[in-house]
């Protein structure tokens, strides 16, 4: 069956620190990957998706990148964060059924 | 931008009642999903519902979909405590092109 882990679950940085959220995906392959954000008690704001290896499509200008190593491996990172990179990140997966599956969340806080 | 708008944005009910929750977008599509999630966890799909579809069932929930409206509804039926959560509608515009877009969400209490 497949899985998709992703961690750390909290994360606390400091302001000026690099970032590195990474999230895999098991018994599936070729999967369309996602990076979300959620705001508190806000809906979820689309990052990052990736169609294939080396293929990152950016939604929205920040302070983010992404990076898609293998097949089954997402990666989320900052090279300096800012306040307000504070949030609840969460990758995602869908294949052909077209459902997406989610990771438990990155809970973030910049201070 | 958020392709959907889910409305209301909060809703409570009596245990017991019915639950409908509306969801509107703003391109074509090729199907529209609707996820529930529990407070700081990730999301789980529910339903999905493709562009040529009108209605469907699983369990207590109804989806809808009106392709002419772009706007689709989701009924919890017979609520209870434990559907208490936000939900949220998904879109995906084009097969293809696998960007899955959410909306605001509707934050359901069921009380007991």
């Known amino acids: 069956s497949q899985t998709i882990h992703q961690w750390p679950a909290t994360l606390v940085q400091p302001v000026g620190s690099p970032l590195s959220l990474e999230c895999t995906v098991e018994?599936?392959?070729?999967?369309?990957l996602y990076w979300y954000r959620q705001a508190a008690g806000r809906g979820l704001q689309l990052l990052f998706y990736?169609?294939?290896?080396?293929?990152i499509s950016s939604e929205v200008p920040q302070n983010l990148s992404a990076s898609r190593p293998q097949d089954r491996q997402f990666i989320l990172s900052s090279k300096k964060l800012l306040l307000s990179d504070s949030g609840f990140y969460l990758c995602?997966?869908?294949?052909?059924?077209?459902?997406?599956?989610f990771g438990q969340g990155t809970r973030l806080t910049v201070v | 931008s958020q392709q959907g708008e889910e409305d209301p944005q909060a809703l409570s009910i009596q245990e017991g009642e019915n639950a409908t929750m509306n969801c509107s977008y703003k391109?074509?599509?090729?199907?529209l999903q609707w996820y529930r999630q529990n407070s700081g966890r990730g999301l789980v799909h529910l339903i999905l519902i493709r562009s040529n579809e009108r209605e469907k069932h699983s369990g207590r929930l109804r989806v809808t979909l009106d392709t002419s409206k772009k706007s689709s509804s989701l009924l919890i039926t017979a609520s209870r405590a434990a559907d208490t959560a936000s939900y949220f509608c998904a879109t995906v515009r084009n097969f293809g092109n696998e960007k899955l877009t959410f909306g605001t969400g509707t934050r359901l209490t069921i009380i007991p």
């Open positions: 018994g599936t392959s070729n999967p369309n």
């Open positions: 995602a997966w869908s294949g052909m059924t077209g459902l997406a599956f």
């Open positions: 391109t074509s599509i090729n199907n």
């Open positions: 990736s169609v294939g290896i080396g293929q």
